[in-house]
């Protein structure tokens, strides 16, 4: 879901340029360090918590079924984040590497949850639905976090040891 377009060298900014940027994002709620919002998680979090109330209630099997996976830029386009088209913008201009490892899990995420869903409407046992939605849980968020640490500027060693796991 992430973008494969190749991406223009990057202008970097600097001075007061730079800290008004920064200002805008940090207003918005997006980190300026790394120009991505905490917002996308909630695509996540919404999946995450569906998937949470099967094993009480496994009709809401049906209720993630309806759950379909978003871009970034989808997420925001749809949603009523105030500063979307910032958001979408900052996330464009974000450092490569940053934005390759964030990209690499929320793909990651969107491969369990769309394999979980595939696998749900396969079968027909509560049983096996609830396994699904609890192994599911047990996979995506720890990644969820670790997409946290990157919006935050987290360090690259504490994603690589969550990949691993």
């Known amino acids: 879901m992430s973008s494969t377009?190749?991406?223009p060298a990057r202008h970097v900014q600097t001075g007061p340029e730079a800290a008004a940027w920064a200002e805008r994002l940090r207003v918005?709620?997006?980190n300026p360090r790394t120009g991505l919002a905490t917002d996308y998680l909630n695509h996540f979090n919404e999946a995450v918590m569906l998937l949470?109330?099967?094993p009480d209630m496994p009709e809401c099997a049906e209720d993630f079924l309806t759950w379909s996976p978003l871009s970034y830029a989808e997420h925001f386009t749809a949603s009523n984040f105030k500063a979307r088209d910032l958001a979408i913008e900052a996330y464009e201009k974000a450092d490569p590497n940053v934005r390759a490892q964030f990209d690499h899990i929320t793909d990651t995420m969107t491969s369990i949850l769309t394999a979980v869903g595939s696998a749900m409407r396969e079968v027909e046992?509560?049983?096996t639905r609830v396994r699904l939605a609890e192994q599911?849980?047990?996979w995506v968020k720890?990644?969820?976090a670790a997409c946290g640490g990157i919006i935050n500027g987290g360090a690259e060693a504490?994603?690589?040891t969550i990949m691993a796991n």
Do not use: G
């Open 28 to 30: 918005a709620n997006i």
């Open 158 to 160: 504490d994603v690589d």
């Open 5 to 7: 377009a190749t991406q």
């Open 136 to 138: 599911a849980t047990l």
């Open 125 to 127: 046992k509560d049983t």
């Open 52 to 54: 949470e109330m099967v």
């Open 142 to 144: 720890p990644l969820i």
